[in-house]
């Protein structure tokens, strides 16, 4: 019998360690409301604007961030539209969510260096049933692995790892959403582009016909067929089928098409990656970070309000300030997983590309310098994020816009804390 659906985390003051980045970044937004009421400037509710564009942008027609988010805020104008408005933006924000860090050390070592923010250990009830429930869908429902792949579908903690970036999950099935989509993501991963069988050639069509299962093909009804009976012919395909349907009766309209969107890209930047590959092109260090832009960890806080059991609305989602949050969030992530997977990596056979690769190359200096300067660039990247998110929660304290943001500061931490304690597939890099 499965185990009875435990209660969700109750959010607690914050203790004595490290605040977690939700935390952070509530005492930032504040601090931003403080100085901007100090100094005149009442309760603008559009963000710092952003710096110039470069002189070869073009401006005609060009819009700021402030002016988008000024608009939806103020919602529609008229006789009997008052009640269309999604919140009247004069009311403080919503409280943050405040959490204990750890009460004792968390399993492994982080990076020596690295900005980051502790977070509690997962609930350990959520994370037995996640992971039985996960283990059955892949086993029974969708095929995904044969047996001597079991000990590194085990190793991979994938229910350790969304208990800890999605806290506030009302149920295990809200927390099963992101774990299908996870597994499903990382079986393309391993199966198309690396681990397991995978290669540069040939890519861009695999990539395509899976993303068929997330993006439906529209075609006659003497092809249809054909098309439906192709998801079901490799893992990969039968797991974002498979996860993308149950997703999609959660989650409104808008939310799924958002994730077919960020797939789309994460698809993209694989892409980018191969024909590297296949070219043996070493990129420069700002080539290789706008490829980790789009091959990165997006999709996974992006449908952070699905799996949390509420909807930011689309036109708040694609404002450019919300876009400039997500994206660091997902390039920092990102960063994190080539500090702690550049071991893993340089053990593996080929020539794999990862930020302290990219820099020693380019830049000519040692491994040891590389991949310090790359822990240089991660925090670079996370207080962009910090400050771009605080921004926008003291610009903005729509209930929708302020969980949201809570909800992506968790995932951060999250990923982080399964990076650091899945000791099974990581370890440090002797440079300390």
């Not at 091959?295 to 996974?300: D, H, L, Q, S």
Request: with cysteine; glycine share 8%; charged share 20%.
């Amino acid at each position: 019998m499965p185990a009875s659906e435990p209660s969700p985390p109750q959010p607690s003051p914050p203790g004595a360690g490290s605040p977690s980045g939700a935390f952070v970044l509530a005492e930032a937004a504040a601090r931003a409301r403080d100085i901007r009421a100090a100094f005149g400037g009442g309760r603008s509710l559009a963000p710092s604007l952003p710096a110039p564009p470069p002189a070869d942008a073009p401006a005609t027609g060009a819009r700021t961030a402030g002016a988008d988010l000024g608009r939806i805020l103020r919602g529609p104008s008229g006789l009997g539209t008052v009640g269309l408005h999604l919140a009247r933006c004069e009311g403080a924000s919503a409280p943050v969510e405040q959490v204990e860090p750890p009460t004792a050390p968390a399993e492994g070592t982080p990076v020596p260096g690295l900005y980051h923010h502790p977070v509690p250990e997962p609930d350990p009830v959520r994370v037995a049933e996640v992971s039985r429930r996960i283990k059955t869908w892949a086993l029974d429902e969708v095929d995904l692995y044969p047996e001597d792949w079991e000990d590194q579908f085990d190793g991979f903690s994938v229910g350790r790892y969304m208990v800890a970036c999605h806290p506030d999950a009302p149920t295990v099935d809200h927390l099963m959403l992101a774990t299908r989509l996870m597994v499903a993501e990382n079986a393309v991963d391993d199966c198309y582009c690396e681990d397991h069988g995978g290669s540069p050639i040939g890519l861009g069509g695999r990539l395509l016909l899976a993303h068929t299962a997330l993006d439906p093909l529209h075609t006659t009804k003497e092809y249809q067929p054909r098309w439906a009976e192709s998801l079901h012919s490799d893992a990969p395909r039968r797991a974002y089928r498979s996860a993308m349907e149950y997703f999609v009766q959660a989650a409104g309209a808008s939310q799924a098409d958002r994730y077919r969107h960020d797939m789309a890209r994460l698809h993209m930047g694989y892409l980018a990656e191969a024909a590297w590959a296949q070219t043996h092109h070493v990129p420069e260090v700002w080539e290789y970070l706008a490829m980790r832009q789009f091959n990165n960890f997006r999709p996974c806080p992006t449908i952070t309000d699905t799996v949390g059991g509420y909807e930011l609305p689309a036109d708040l989602h694609a404002t450019p300030a919300m876009q400039r949050v997500i994206a660091l969030a997902g390039n920092a992530t990102t960063i994190v997983n080539d500090l702690y997977s550049y071991t893993k990596e340089l053990a593996s056979p080929g020539h794999h590309l990862n930020l302290p690769v990219v820099i020693a190359e380019r830049a000519g200096i040692s491994d040891r310098e590389a991949y310090l300067k790359s822990v240089d660039v991660h925090n670079d990247l996370m207080h962009d994020f910090e400050a771009a998110a605080a921004a926008l929660a003291a610009a903005c304290p729509v209930p929708s816009v302020q969980r949201f943001l809570r909800g992506v500061a968790a995932w951060v931490d999250g990923n982080h804390y399964w990076h650091q304690t899945n000791t099974y597939r990581y370890s440090l890099p002797d440079f300390w």
